[in-house]
């Protein structure tokens, strides 16, 4: 079932997310929060969120924006679109959990 889930996601017009990106989009869900604070959350460097990130604001998944008075860190925020596509993927988690459910019992 898993398989189908996924292969199901591949299949769609979802866009692909590498694990490190969605974890970067969920973690950014709860509220707006900065590059540094982000890479201390997910104990990776900085460099690697920025990579992350680039990706989601390219699909218009997240905005980032100068920290005012810090010009070297980014404060980062979910858009609609991101909350849509967190929204789809739980979707189809859920249907996945629910058929496996259903199939145990």
């Known amino acids: 079932l898993l398989t ?3 292969t199901k996601a591949v299949r ?4 692909d997310l590498t ?3 969605f974890a970067i989009l969920l973690n950014i869900r709860a509220g707006e929060t900065t590059v540094r604070e982000l890479a ?12 992350g990130t680039s990706t989601l604001v390219r699909y218009g998944f997240i905005t980032k924006n100068t920290v005012p008075g810090d010009h070297r860190d980014r404060v980062l925020a979910v858009t609609d679109a991101g909350n849509e596509y967190i929204g789809r993927y739980a979707k189809m988690i859920f249907n996945w959990s629910a058929s496996a459910t259903a199939l145990a019992a």
């Not at 201390?40 to 990579?51: Q, Y």
């Open 40 to 51: 201390a959350l997910l104990n990776v460097g900085k460099p690697a969120v920025t990579r």
């Open 4 to 6: 189908q889930a996924v």
């Open 12 to 15: 769609s017009d979802m866009k």
């Open 19 to 21: 694990p490190r990106q």
